[in-house]
Every structure is written in C-alpha cells, then in structure tokens.
C-alpha cells in the first residue's frame, strides 16, 4: 500500500487547457473587460493616484479593486489589490481574507495552461470548509467558463439575481 501524505490545506492550484493565445488569455486577466467577459459583473479597478481604470486598459501593479458578481447584490463587493502582472503571462492578486491568487499563463503540448495558485490560506477548520473546498470548487467553474469563453463558446454564468442556489450564485 502506498503512504498516505497529508493535505495542505493552506493553497491549492488549478489548471485548465484553453485553445487561444496566451495574449489572450492574460488579457481576460488582467483588463476590467476581460474579467467582466467571464468572471465579474463589474470589474472596478483604480490605480495608485485613484484614476480609473478604462475597461481594456491593462491592469498595473498596486491598482484597488471592487468585485461585483452576478447574483449578488452590489453591498456584496470584495475589494482587494493587484499585488503583481507584468503584461504578458503573470497576474496576481488579494483575493478572499486578502489571500494572494496568482495566474500564470503558458504554452504546454502546443496548449495554453492557465494555472491558477491560491495561497496563504489560513488552516482553521471554517477556513479549510468556506475557503479550501468553498473557493476551489468556485475557481473550477469560472476556469471551465473562462475555458468556454475563449474558445467561443457560451457564457455559463446565472445573470438572473432572482434565480437562487444554482453553481454560479
């Protein structure tokens, strides 16, 4: 029988194939369009010196954020920072209880990778449910929706705010 290793419950990463370019894929990321596209209802970044970001303006390092999501109500709006991108492969930023979340984008077996790495999670037991378990499976439905997106496919987000209890709300 093989040893059983234990589970590190403090990060975890994901990864999804995607047939499109890497430019692409970075900047699905790494521009308030570009995640709005998949991901967020509204995407509202500022940077450094509180100019708001246009919706296909590159994201920069140290930019703030508020997240809307379909489903929930604008008072529902995480807020956080871009922590690092450098305009080509690599996104990073605070994401839930200000844990990093880091994006690397690749070529594989004549593929597009997008990995995904979420850290620093704290190891309490709420922690391991809501977020370790909680925030993965979210990630692995907006990734297959990202994956959709790009290669032209359909938008699998709920957008109905009175629809409840579906995956994506």
């Avoid at 509202?44 to 929930?72: C, M, S, W």
């Avoid at 709920?158 to 709300?169: D, F, G, P, S, Y």
Wanted: proline share 4%; with cysteine; net charge neutral.
């Amino acid at each position: 029988m093989g040893q059983t290793t234990a589970t590190n419950f403090s990060e975890f990463k994901l990864r999804v194939n995607i047939k499109t370019s890497i430019e692409n894929a970075y900047k699905a990321w790494a521009t308030p369009a570009g995640l709005e596209s998949w991901f967020l209802r509204r995407a509202f970044f500022t940077g450094e010196k509180g100019a708001v970001r246009e919706p296909d303006a590159a994201l920069q390092d140290n930019d703030e954020y508020i997240f809307h999501f379909h489903g929930y109500p604008d008072s529902m709006a995480p807020k956080g920072k871009v922590l690092k991108t450098n305009g080509k492969n690599l996104f990073s930023f605070s994401f839930s209880k200000g844990c990093p979340v880091t994006i690397s984008i690749f070529s594989e077996q004549d593929e597009t990778i997008v990995e995904l790495f979420e850290s620093q999670l704290p190891t309490d037991e709420q922690t391991i449910k809501s977020h370790y378990i909680g925030d993965s499976k979210g990630w692995i439905f907006y990734l297959t929706n990202l994956k959709s997106v790009l290669e032209g496919g359909l938008d699998l987000r709920n957008k109905k705010m009175e629809l409840k209890n579906v995956i994506t709300a």
